[in-house]
């Protein structure tokens, strides 16, 4: 469809004779389709394949991986700064000192109400009767 | 006198379903699919480039490389859509940066045929002073008015049509083509009997 606008006889004559736009010839078109293809032949061979190789997946996904890596290096900071500032060995002698205190009131109530020949049955059988004091 | 046809917007619009065809084979490295697509368009690719860059070689060299980035986006091309549109606007803006860069304008000698043979010496000389004429004013304006001026007066391009290639507004069109005119109109003044 043309628009409102038409074209200028006067001046597209004026520009015509000046005009010196080559028609190509047939062979001279072929030449330069031949041209095309010989360029665009190692494209058209790598789209046959459909595969790409280890270098070319990297550089694409060299953004993404940048930034998962930044992003996990960053995690990882945050972790051993928080490892630094609460420390397991604050924990550690509290929590063992607890069980040992615990351990040692358990047998000496167990060993006050029965026999040493028993309190050796208690241990090694834990029976539910003693309380379940092997098991805590 | 050259003849030069009458370029119509798209001659293979009927055919979308064989372009449509042609490009998705081109996609799976389809050889002779490609081999197709470009001798559909060359013809009118090599026109093109030549009337952004107005020297024969460099035309062809800009076909080439059209078509080989052509080939290497065709990816995002959508093959529902027509493929002369995506190559006429990678020709013109490939074109247009290559003439940006290197600021040439066009110096080519004026055809042999400029004047009627049959005209008298005199009318002829005057015939030829004033296409002259034209002609600088032609080679004055920017590359991108002379383009717009050239394919709508000589190839039959729409406004909307050369707006779409050379992505911008109608508007931006019809401004550069009114102000090209206005030039050369005024240089050809004197071949229309009117006096400066």
Known sequence: ?136 | MNQHPHIQPDPFEGDAQVERSLVERVQAGDRSAFGALVERHMARAFRLAYRVLQQREDAEDLVQDAFLSALQHIDAFDARRPFWPWLSRIVVNRGLDLVASRAVRATEPLPDDLFDRGASPADAAERAEILGRVRHELALLPPRRRLVVQLFELDGYSVSEIAELMETSPTTIRWHLHVARRDLRRALSHLNGDED
């Open chain 1, 1 to 136: 469809m043309r628009d409102a606008l038409k074209p200028d006889p006067v001046l597209g004559e004026a520009l015509r004779r000046l005009d010196r736009a080559p028609t190509l010839t047939p062979a001279e078109l072929d030449g330069l389709v031949a041209r095309v293809l010989a360029d665009a032949g190692p494209e058209l061979a790598h789209r046959r394949r459909g595969t790409i190789s280890w270098w070319e997946y990297t550089v694409a996904w060299a953004r993404v991986l940048f930034a998962v890596g930044m992003a996990t290096s960053l995690v990882a900071a945050a972790c051993l700064l928080w490892a630094s500032v609460v420390r397991p060995a604050d924990l550690a002698p509290r929590a063992a000192a607890r069980t040992a205190s615990l351990g040692a009131a358990r047998a000496a109530d167990v060993g006050a109400r029965i026999g040493p020949d028993q309190l050796l049955g208690a241990l090694v059988l834990s029976s539910p009767v003693d309380g379940g004091g092997a098991t805590r």
